[in-house]
């Protein structure tokens, strides 16, 4: 989503603009809550990163396709879409309950 530049804004543009930041970066937000964007390449000096494993996830070239070509259109990768989605997912509370889901669903068989 694009949007106009701060001075190209209108003022109901403008208002609304700043009760969306209100609201996802406001005073009664914790650190927790707020959403953090991490920027790729090396950690600051100093900061300690947790070692990253390559791991494979297999999906049907069509789902594939479409996934590349969201994240494209977001300006991001594939890959980072599906680490992003799976992060998420473990942050859940239910993660068990989501994976029991999917099963009851027929999208994941237990090996």
Do not use: C
Not at 23 to 40: A, C, S, Y
Not at 42 to 70: E, F, I, N, Y
């Amino acid at each position: 989503m694009t949007r106009k530049p701060v001075p190209e804004m209108t003022k109901t543009e403008y208002q609304a603009f700043v009760r969306r930041l209100e609201k996802r970066h406001g005073p009664e937000k914790t650190w927790n809550d707020l959403p953090v964007i991490r920027k790729p390449g090396r950690p600051a000096k100093g900061v300690k990163s947790a070692p990253l494993r390559p791991r494979s996830v297999k999906l049907p070239q069509k789902v594939w396709k479409t996934l590349a070509d969201a994240a494209k259109r977001h300006g991001v990768t594939a890959s980072g879409v599906v680490a992003g989605l799976v992060l998420q997912a473990t942050f859940q509370d239910d993660l068990d309950g989501a994976i029991d889901g999917l099963i009851g669903r027929g999208i994941l068989t237990p090996a």
